[in-house]
């Protein structure tokens, strides 16, 4: 596992995601066994935090770069270590052990403060690890705790909206899904932390228009007819 973390070229990365995924299948009775699952699951979590504080440092490095003067070898690491951390979820998630992880992501201020700074190209791909979670979370693979998926909508809810538009593009996302589960989630917190979401949605969305934001427009809808006897005049534009 550590040998793929490690590699950079994209064949040998996918060959050797494919070798550890075989192991993991012919290895599932071992697997299954409580106090060695428990050991693998810590050694992957510790593989995770290595690859949280690599991306953390270099996002620093990258924090003053602009697109002038653009650092392709800092780009081509956080895409490497974004997509090792996508992987490493996967295999959580497969093993049902995901919510440990869920939190230690929630809980990264400081890299979604430097990722909403950071001009770098590969940015979004770091946005697909919050979509993966609150996908599994909607579908039932990860049992979040409601503080867990409050501070994670916190945390990551602006760097989503923000990378949103380069998250389409992308052949594996689904818009669709990913907009049903953030409904879902931001609806299943208090109306206050609703409000705060949604009105940042909504300034997003007159900023930038409907097709570089995810369309959250029925749980935003939902939140004004709560909070408001009838839609303000100001918000009406969404609901044309």
Not at 204 to 214: A, I, S, Y
Request: net charge positive; glycine share 4%.
């Amino acid at each position: 596992m550590e040998v793929v973390l490690k590699t950079y070229g994209n064949e040998g990365r996918r060959e050797g995601k494919s070798l550890v995924w075989k192991l993991l299948r012919a290895n599932g009775s071992l697997l299954s066994d409580a106090n060695y699952a428990k050991t693998f699951n810590k050694i992957i979590l510790s593989s995770c935090q290595s690859c949280l504080s690599s991306l953390l440092d270099l996002f620093k490095n990258a924090e003053n770069c602009s697109l002038l003067c653009y650092n392709y070898v800092v780009d081509e690491q956080i895409s490497v270590v974004a997509d090792n951390l996508s992987w490493l979820l996967d295999i959580l998630i497969d093993r049902r052990a995901a919510e440990e992880f869920a939190l230690m992501w929630a809980n990264q201020q400081k890299l979604a403060n430097l990722h909403s700074k950071t001009k770098t190209h590969s940015r979004h791909l770091v946005s697909c690890i919050t979509t993966r979670l609150l996908i599994g979370a909607g579908n039932g693979e990860i049992r979040l705790a409601k503080d867990t998926r409050q501070l994670l909508l916190q945390t990551w809810f602006q760097p989503l909206v923000d990378d949103f538009s380069r998250l389409r593009k992308l052949s594996s996302f689904d818009p669709r899904v990913v907009e049903e589960n953030v409904e879902r989630a931001i609806l299943d917190l208090t109306p206050e932390n609703q409000r705060s979401l949604l009105l940042a949605w909504y300034e997003c969305f007159l900023k930038n228009g409907g097709d570089k934001c995810p369309d959250l427009r029925i749980a935003f809808q939902g939140w004004c007819r709560r909070t408001f006897s009838k839609t303000p005049p100001h918000l009406s534009l969404l609901f044309k």
